[in-house]
Nanobody, 116 residues
Framework: QLQLVESGGGLVQPGGSLRLSCTTS????????MGWYRQAPGKQRDLVAS???????NYADSVNGRFTISRDNAKNTVYLQMNSLKPEDTAVYYC??????????WGQGTQVTVSS
């Protein structure tokens, strides 16, 4: 059964850190490009960070230098380490696994709230 399960979200104060995890099942994880997206209320879903099957990494300008994406193919898991969090990082964060336009899957999302 195909699943992408995110975890690690929560409430954190500005300047704090969180680590999101996305564990997958039902796909050959190592051949998928993985990404983290976020969607704030009333806004579109935007790419935060991505890592290809070959390990090439891309970040949105707004998080570059603060967030780190990584993957562990042995654990079928992708991570997002988020440091120096800001209130504007508040959103639902979604994990995405994409092989091509057909094999494109999403997790259920995890809420990240940055507030004092």
């Amino acid at each position: 059964q195909l699943q992408l399960v995110e975890s690690g979200g929560g409430l954190v104060q500005p300047g704090g850190s969180l680590r999101l995890s996305c564990t997958t099942s039902g796909i050959i994880f190592s051949i998928y490009n993985m990404g983290w997206y976020r969607q704030a209320p009333g806004k579109q879903r935007d790419l935060v960070a991505s890592i290809t099957s070959g390990g090439r990494i891309n970040y949105a300008d707004s998080v570059n230098g603060r967030f780190t994406i990584s993957r562990d193919n042995a654990k079928n898991t992708v991570y997002l380490q988020m440091n120096s969090l800001k209130p504007e990082d508040t959103a639902v964060y979604y994990c995405n696994a994409r092989r091509d336009v057909i094999n494109d899957y999403w997790g259920q999302g995890t809420q990240v709230t940055v507030s004092s």
